[in-house]
Structure formats: C-alpha cells, structure tokens
C-alpha cells in the first residue's frame, strides 16, 4: 500500500482560524490512524499579505494544540522546499509544459479590461468570469506580445461544455457544470502562482494521498482536476469537511465570534479540551462520553463515521467541556503548572509593573488593577462606554473603525495600538479622549484603568478585538446594513 500523506497548507496572512486547526486534527487522526505522514507546508504567494510573524504563528498556535507535522518548512523533509514561495521555478516550469501541450495560454488582458469587462458582466447580469479573450491568439500574435515585453498572466484552458464529476469520500459523485467555471488564472503578471496551480503542483509532487479540507473548495474542483488530467496525474482522494458555523447557521467568521487559536490559548481554555471539542464538531462521542482523548480518537477513528450535517461551535458547550478536563483531568499540581505555563508566570507580571508600579500603594493594590488581563471576558457597563458629551448610538460605530484599525497593526506594541487609535480619532474628528475612554471600559470593565495602549499590547490582539465586539453588543451592536455602509465610508477616506 502506497504511504498514507496529508498536509495542511495555511496562508501566514493573520492569525490562526479555529478553522485551520479542526482541518489539521483530522489529518493528523488520520494520519496517525495509518501510520502515515502528516505534511505542513505555507500558502505564501500572496506577497502584499503574508508575513513572516503570521507564520510563526501558525506554528506556535498548532502546536500549543498538539498538532504537530512530521515534515515542514521548520523540521525539512524529502519533498522540500515547503514554503511555497520557495517553490516558483517549478511552478513557472509546469505552467510552461501546460501552454506547450496545449491546455493554458498567456493572456495579456490589461486590469483595466477586466474591470470594465466585470461591470459590463454586472450591468447585463451575466456570468462573471473571464471571456477567453485571448485564448485563441494566434502562436505568431502571442509571440509578437511576449517579444513586446507585455505584461501577461497564464491562463488554464478549461472546458466550455460537459460535467465535471468530482469524488468526494464523504459525499460520493458531485456533479459540477464546466460551462460555470471560466479560465482560471494560474501563473500571475509577477510570476507567482495561485492557489489553484501551486495547490496541484505541490499536493502531486509532495506526494500527498488523501486532501482533508473544508466544503468552500468543492466548487474549485472542476479546475485542480483539469489540472490533474492535463498532467497526466492521479489525483489524491479528496475529503471535504463542513464549515464552522455560528449559532445562526452562518460561516464562523471574526467579525462575531472568537475564531483565533490565539484567543482560546489567551483565554485559558486547555488544548486537550478545544481538541476534544474541534473533534465533535464532525465525529460522533466515541463511546458514550463526549469527553475523549487524542489517542481515543485516533483508535476509533473512520472517515466513514465523519458528520456532514453543519458543525455549530457552541461557545457555551466548548465551556461545560473545557471545565470538566479542568475538574476531571487534572490534579492540583498539573493545574498549577498549567497556570504558570498560561499567564501567572515571572515573565507576564514583568511586562505589567512598568506602567502599573507608580498606581500602587501597597502591594495589595497590584492584583485588583490587573484582574482584567487573566479574566475571559469583562463586564463593562453601558454608560461607562460612552464619554461626556456623545451619544450612546454613536459609540459601535466607532469601536468597529476601531477594530478594523487595530487589525491592520502588524506589529502588536504600544507605539502602533496608539497610532492606529489616533487615526480612529482623526476619521471621526473626535479628541483622542473620545475614543480612548470607551475603550479603556471596554478592554478592563472598569472606568478607569492602567494606561490604554500598554494595556492593549499585553491583552494580545485577538483578546482586545473580542473585547470591543462584546462592548458593541453592551450598547445594541451594528445592523449588517450599518455596518457595511460604515465599512465601505471607512475604506474610501484610508
């Protein structure tokens, strides 16, 4: 039997979805299950937003869960590079053999074309996609363009009639019309791949045999197995997971809920528990008790047994689950060294006296300041968040610039928490004071509080972003409708 491989293929561009994790469990049960290899490797092509500390993050975050890879572009393994912009000449290489046998071509449509072509496409209210403008260029006028020196991208021929079959372990044969997918981008104007070339290219020649993902990519299929037949390749059996979904049914996503691994590691939940749990969300208790091992699963696991009837990320289950591994799994003595390994440790209490040294008197005065920084979440009242002279209505609106401001801080220290709240300020013309009084409320549930910004860098960024969503709830939250006319205002004056 060929070796069993999966991988994971996370893009650094922010902090770790829950998402991410829940997929890497399943490889790695797998994985496990059959004495396979589980494979990590970096979605980095997106140049303007991957970042090196996004990718130390994804490592930090799935190993504090206990998902750790056997190969990786931080452990190596024979099927290196695992960065994927390390890997471009192969891909520039095998978009090559594509246009050479026929089944892509350089297409030299301006960005100004496609916009028009996308508006046009609108206005009539057809089909969006690209319209094969050149995919029928004579070999004599594509090299006439290419001697030009014009910018191009290389584009898969996809077929314009028939059905595409896809085979998925969880959910048999879905059909798919070709007639739906137009010819996708696979080689960028600055010699980049996309997700589509670079995922097929790299999942055949790291020999990956089973591909464990969530259902959003089912519709990209008919273009990864094109690609596989256009190389002469078998594809690896494919298995595609339920998303993630709030309460409501809606994809779980940041702008309500929690998703971060980050968040749950900051908020003291134990990864045994948010394993266990990520586990529910699509595989039955195994037995009778909801409460299981790793390695439990591991011997119980089958794909087979997989539930595809909607994962809802209950907070309130994730919570009785979490506290039972506290009261039943550990004793006093793990308890405290899981303490110590979380928050109450030398180094976290250094980085708060600096700024909270001159507020106290005695040394009983240190706990009750920094109680905010261990607590899950705070309380704040209503009227605490609204300053002197504004409106209570006036307040949501501001914290949600404010939470789209502080997610575009990439270095998470005082210095950038400050300028991305004094650009909030600006946007609504308002004295810094004005904003920074509702969010002291809302970051420490109090009034008053240690200095704003300090306090902001040590909560981490996924903590403060949650914060000031549960602050906005305090005071009736944003419609969708505001919101995106919020959103599209506050894009329009960056």
């Given at each position: 039997m060929t070796e069993l491989r999966v991988r994971i293929a996370p893009s650094p561009t922010g902090p770790v979805h829950v998402g991410?994790?829940?997929?890497?469990?399943?490889?790695?049960?797998?994985?496990?299950?059959?004495?396979?290899k589980f494979v990590m490797r970096i979605e980095?092509?997106?140049?303007?937003?991957?970042?090196?500390?996004?990718?130390?993050?994804i490592f930090k975050a799935l190993r504090w869960m206990g998902?750790?890879?056997?190969?990786?572009?931080?452990?190596?393994?024979?099927?290196?590079?695992?960065?994927q912009s390390e890997r471009t000449e192969i891909y520039r290489e095998h978009a090559k053999q594509l246009v050479e046998g026929g089944h892509a071509y350089p297409c030299f449509c301006t960005s100004e074309r496609l916009d028009v072509l996308r508006k046009e496409q609108m206005q009539n209210k057809t089909k969006l996609g690209y319209d094969g403008h050149c995919r029928d260029l004579s070999a004599e006028e594509v090299a006439e363009k290419l001697a030009?020196?014009?910018?191009?991208?290389?584009?898969?021929?996809?077929?314009?009639?028939?059905?595409?079959?896809?085979?998925d372990r969880f959910r048999g044969e879905i059909a798919l019309d070709y007639a739906q997918v137009d010819d996708q981008v696979l080689i960028k104007t600055d010699g980049f791949p996309t997700y589509h070339m670079a995922v097929v290219v790299d999942d055949h020649l790291m020999k990956i045999s089973h591909v464990i993902r969530g259902e959003e990519w089912i519709m990209s299929m008919p273009k990864h197995l094109v690609l596989y037949e256009a190389y002469g390749w078998e594809p690896p059996e494919y298995m595609h997971l339920s998303l993630l979904l709030n309460p409501d049914g809606s994809k779980m996503s940041k702008r309500r809920n929690p998703t971060s691994v980050e968040y749950y590691r900051r908020a003291g939940y134990s990864p045994q528990a948010?394993?266990?749990?990520?586990?529910?969300?699509?595989?039955?208790?195994?037995?009778?008790?909801?409460?299981?091992?790793?390695?439990?699963?591991?011997?119980?696991?089958?794909?087979?047994?997989?539930?595809?009837?909607?994962?809802?990320?209950?907070?309130?289950?994730?919570?009785?689950?979490n506290g039972r591994y506290l009261r039943e799994d550990r004793s006093p003595g793990q308890l405290l060294e899981d303490?110590?390994?979380?928050?109450?440790?030398?180094?976290?209490?250094?980085?708060?006296?600096?700024?909270?040294q001159q507020r106290m008197e005695t040394l009983g005065d240190f706990m009750p300041q920094v109680a905010f920084f261990f607590a899950r979440k705070v309380d704040p009242q209503a009227e605490d968040l609204v300053p002197k002279k504004r409106e209570a209505e006036e307040i949501p609106p501001m914290l949600q610039t404010a939470i789209w401001a502080l997610d575009e801080v990439l270095d998470?220290?005082?210095?950038?928490?400050?300028?991305?709240?004094?650009?909030?300020?600006?946007?609504?013309?308002?004295?810094?004071?004005?904003?920074?009084?509702?969010?002291?409320?809302?970051?420490?549930?109090?009034?008053?509080?240690?200095?704003?910004?300090?306090?902001?860098?040590?909560?981490?960024?996924?903590m403060t972003r949650m914060r000031l969503i549960d602050a906005m709830n305090v005071l009736g939250g944003l419609s969708k409708k505001k919101a995106a006319k919020l959103e599209k205002g506050w894009k329009a004056k960056r």
């Open positions: 991410t994790a829940y997929q890497a469990l399943f490889d790695l049960v797998l994985a496990k299950k059959h004495g396979g980095d092509t997106d140049q303007t937003r991957s970042r090196p500390e996004y990718e130390e993050q998902l750790d890879w056997d190969e990786g572009p931080d452990v190596g393994g024979p099927y290196g590079p695992y960065r030009e020196g014009l910018d191009h991208v290389i584009r898969l021929k996809m077929p314009q009639e028939g059905t595409c079959i896809v085979k948010l394993r266990n749990y990520l586990a529910l969300m699509a595989y039955p208790p195994v037995g009778e008790e909801d409460m299981f091992s790793f390695e439990q699963l591991v011997e119980d696991f089958d794909p087979d047994k997989i539930n595809l009837g909607g994962s809802i990320f209950d907070m309130e289950k994730l919570n009785w689950l303490l110590k390994g979380w928050l109450v440790n030398d180094e976290h209490f250094a980085q708060m006296l600096p700024f909270l998470w220290q005082k210095e950038g928490i400050e300028a991305a709240l004094r650009g909030v300020a600006e946007y609504w013309e308002w004295p810094v004071r004005d904003v920074t009084v509702p969010l002291i409320a809302a970051l420490t549930g109090e009034k008053v509080g240690p200095p704003l910004f300090e306090s902001a860098a040590l909560l981490g960024q996924d």
